[in-house]
Nanobody, 120 residues
Framework: QVQVVESGGGLVQPGGSLGLSCAASGSIFSIYVMGWYRQAPGKQRELVAA???????SYAGSVKGRFTISLDNAKNTVYLQMTSLKPEDTAVYYC??????????????WGQGTQVTVSS
């Protein structure tokens, strides 16, 4: 069993900053990739950022230059530092982890989501 748990969401003013964290735990042999998706009300889920265990990153164009993703391999924890936040960043943010389970397969696990609200 693998658990993925996010924390750090909340209410922030436009232009402000907020940091999210996500820890994966359980039956993990190794993690290949961790990332963040978000889903705003009435919209489809979108990829925000992802990072591999080797440090390669990717970002959605809408957040590039404002958000930074990082990974602590030893702790199996991914972070998302968000700056210059906009109301359109309001969404439930979901963490995911692509995990090698000790066999040869890689499975994706999802966190429960954490609400980020950007409003004055």
């Amino acid at each position: 069993q693998v658990q993925v748990v996010e924390s750090g969401g909340g209410l922030v003013q436009p232009g402000g900053s907020l940091g999210l964290s996500c820890a994966a735990s359980g039956s993990i042999f190794s993690i290949y990739v961790m990332g963040w998706y978000r889903q705003a009300p009435g919209k489809q889920r979108e990829l925000v950022a992802a990072i591999s265990s080797g440090g390669s990153t990717s970002y959605a164009g809408s957040v590039k230059g404002r958000f930074t993703i990082s990974l602590d391999n030893a702790k199996n924890t991914v972070y998302l530092q968000m700056t210059s936040l906009k109301p359109e960043d309001t969404a439930v943010y979901y963490c995911c982890a692509d995990v090698k389970n000790g066999g040869i397969s890689t499975l994706r696990y999802w966190g429960q989501g954490t609400q980020v609200t950007v409003s004055s």
